[in-house]
């Protein structure tokens, strides 16, 4: 297990996992909740298949706490730079070309579910909760959650969940989308490897990059252009079965 | 005119039937006969809906893999570029992509067996019904490709993508409650209703469609 910021690291077979510990509740500390160029170092590996990121212990993540807010906005250009450097952390874990799921159990709030939504998928425990109490604060979201929540719901519950930060449980987070599945056990870790491997087993590296490309070329891409590169992409694999039928 | 097509009109709707019983596969015969239909017939039809369906117990198996790794293949040897392999083949995707330019409705009548690009095609129609039984899906990840006929673009704009990831990479296939469920397609009825409640539905969205209602 390798260490950055809050973060742990470590594999399972081809899954990484991304553990936030920090006390209780993983509170973030600063919005690098782990240094970009581990994180690079960590998934710049020909064997991973996936990606699973949790917290420690009986907690997702609360998300900053009031007092480290406080400490970080006394330098503001310190601070500019600190949440534009958490911004580049979960752009780049949601452009990663191989599956990631948030495992998530207890609290999961604002930083905390802005990591969750830069996640491919979200997998809960019963007792999950979900909020943005930013707004409690007079502050809101800065790591890109309103823009994320906006594409993955729609305008519809974000209002909600941003202006008057109400807290959803995991069967109404589950209900309006925000989650993709409910784990019975109660550690959602179990459900989500056991579904990350299920996306991931008996796919080679390149299928998996391939598909995760082309499903986000659906989100940053024209359509033109997102249907040239699947094509391609298409026949770059084809080939490969072509070439391996006839040795 | 057609050999795995069969277009007619009544009651102008126009009906497309995948015929190449039992499984309606998708021949390169079948790419081509599809374009001179989108490109040549659909054109000059005076149709007020397009109901697509397929003859027999299924919709479609979707693309024959042997035909298109052939023709993959032997355009690589031809041109070494996978750039003007793809060009050629990417052709499919704009022509099943082109349903959409339509000013009429397209519905989806799917029975049994809809699954790879026959899955994809029904994607690209404004409205899906599916029998009861119906098995959807893109399989292609399990045998060692992607979905290259529009799927990986519409998918994650029709659904959410957390849900189009797992279709995609998991390649199972799945039940039309669990569609409907997505948000995939918009009816289910009992599979021998299929195409009569197409034509229902075809009939009632003619009547004030245009096609700015088109989303995705």
């Known amino acids: ?247 | 005119m057609f050999k795995v097509l069969k277009w007619y009109v009544k009651k102008d709707i126009g009906f497309l039937e995948l015929n190449s019983p039992p499984s309606n596969s998708m021949s390169s015969m079948f790419f081509e006969e599809f374009y001179w239909w989108r490109t040549e017939i659909i054109s000059k039809s005076d149709v007020k809906a397009l109901i697509i369906y397929g003859n027999g117990r299924h919709f479609s198996s979707g693309a024959v893999i042997g035909d298109l790794l052939g023709i993959i293949s032997r355009s690589y040897n031809q041109h070494g570029d996978i750039k003007k392999v793809s060009e050629f083949l990417n052709i499919n995707s704009h022509v099943f992509y082109s349903l959409k330019d339509l000013k009429i409705p397209v519905v989806a009548a799917v029975r049994g067996v809809c699954i790879g690009s026959a899955f994809e095609l029904a994607l690209c129609t404004d409205y899906i019904v599916c029998g009861e039984k119906a098995v959807l899906g893109l399989p292609e990840t399990s045998f060692g490709l992607i979905p290259g006929c529009t799927g990986t673009y519409l998918l994650p704009r029709i659904t959410r993508k957390s849900i189009a990831m797992e279709i995609i990479l998991s390649g199972s296939t799945f039940s039309p409650q669990q569609a409907l469920e997505w948000e995939i397609i918009q009816k289910i009825v009992p599979a021998k209703d299929t195409l009569e409640f197409a034509i229902h539905i075809a009939e009632k969205l003619s009547k004030n469609f245009t096609k700015e209602l088109r989303t995705v």
């Open chain 1, 1 to 247: 297990m390798t260490k950055s910021n809050i973060s742990n690291w470590e594999k399972i077979g081809n899954i990484g996992i991304l553990t936030l510990s920090n006390g209780k509740e993983n509170y973030l500390i600063e919005p690098e909740f782990v240094k970009l160029t581990d994180l690079q170092k960590w998934t710049d590996d020909t064997e991973l298949k996936g990606v699973i990121i949790r917290g420690l212990g009986r907690n997702f993540s609360a998300g900053a706490s009031i007092n480290d807010l406080i400490n970080l906005a006394r330098d503001n250009s310190q601070l500019s730079q600190k949440i534009e450097a958490g911004k580049q952390i979960l752009d780049f874990i949601e452009d990663l070309n191989i599956p990631v799921v948030a495992s998530i159990n207890g609290v999961c709030f604002g930083g905390g579910l802005e990591i969750a939504l830069a996640c491919h998928m979200r997998i809960a425990s019963e007792n999950a909760l979900f909020a943005f109490p930013e707004t409690n604060l007079g502050l809101i979201p800065g790591l890109g959650g309103i823009y994320r929540i906006t594409q993955l719901l729609g305008n519809h519950y974000v209002y909600e969940l941003v202006l008057e930060a109400d807290m959803l449980n995991a069967t109404n987070a589950k209900e309006i989308g925000l989650i993709d599945y409910i784990s019975e056990t109660k550690d959602a870790f179990e459900l989500s490897h056991f579904k990350i491997k299920n996306l991931t087993n008996d796919r080679s590296k390149e299928v998996i990059c391939s598909a995760m490309q082309a499903i986000r070329n659906a989100e940053t891409m024209n359509r033109v252009d997102a249907l040239k590169i699947e094509t391609e992409l298409f026949c770059k694999l084809a080939l490969k079965i072509k070439i391996h039928q006839q040795e």
